[in-house]
């Protein structure tokens, strides 16, 4: 139920606190920065479910900057946005969830079912 102020800018979204991260992967105080502690080639997938449908987007940001596959930028307003993209990331690199484009307020669905990240590495 975290309800977020989505800037045309972006704004990071901040992930529950059910984690299961392993030692090669931390998470900030706010749980919005993620860094891989191991250099691979890596999966990432997202999805972000909110109340109400919104024309705002999706994407995640790989150390600060914009990653254009993962980006979900709909024509028409959604309610369930996800993404799954393969990305070689090296140690220290981060991973952050964002929800960008038109200004609004953006309520999760509660629990887990609000927004998920899921950083596995495949070699």
């Known amino acids: 139920g975290t309800v977020l102020t989505v800037l045309v800018g972006g704004t990071l979204v901040p992930l ?11 998470a900030n105080g706010a749980n919005t ?5 191991t250099t691979g080639r890596y999966q990432l997938s ?21 990653n254009t596959a993962s980006t979900v930028a709909p024509a ?3 309610s369930h946005f996800s993404n799954e993209i393969l990305l070689n990331l090296n140690a220290g690199d981060t991973v952050s969830l964002q929800m ?13 079912a609000g927004a998920t990240l899921s950083i596995t590495r495949l070699s």
């Not at 920065?33 to 502690?37: D, G, I, K, L, S």
């Open 46 to 66: 997202y999805s972000v479910n909110t109340t109400a449908s919104l024309a705002s987007g999706t994407r995640l940001l790989i150390n600060g900057v914009a």
């Open 33 to 37: 920065v993620f860094t891989v502690n």
């Open 16 to 26: 529950p606190n059910s984690q299961v991260l392993s030692p090669d992967i931390t």
């Open 100 to 112: 960008f484009g038109i200004a609004s307020a953006a309520t999760l669905l509660p629990g887990s």
């Open 76 to 78: 028409v307003s959604l």
